[in-house]
């Protein structure tokens, strides 16, 4: 991630690669901006998340698994200083109105930082 994007990316071999949005998103909810609420039933514990983006270096952040995501941006936003910017966490964006259970997040989980301008 050379640009801190992760639609462009480079092999072994330095060969570039331009990826489509859709390949981090689902197409049918790519920017629609309507949060989805997932049905499951996970155990409220707290987790140690490593934050992580190319403009500065790693952190760590503590949560529950019932905290809401815009609670965790909350969180980034502070440390990042820059209210911009999106979360994402195993090729899935973290939508406002959810919780960090809904997407199975476990404890040293990594959570990539986008910044946008």
Do not use: W
């Amino acid at each position: 991630m050379p640009n801190g994007l992760l639609q462009q990316t480079f092999d072994s071999r330095n060969h570039r690669y331009d990826l489509p949005p859709f390949v981090i998103n689902l197409p049918l909810s790519y920017g629609k901006g309507e949060i989805s609420t997932f049905r499951s039933s996970y155990a409220k514990e707290k987790i140690s998340l490593i934050v992580r983006s190319t403009k500065f270096n790693d952190f760590n952040l503590e949560a529950l698994t019932t905290d809401k995501v815009e609670g965790l941006k909350e969180k980034v936003g502070v440390e990042v200083k820059n209210s911009k910017f999106r979360l994402f966490c195993a090729g899935k964006e973290l939508k406002d109105g959810n919780t960090l259970g809904s997407y199975g997040l476990k404890d040293k989980f990594i959570l990539q930082v986008f910044l946008c301008d």
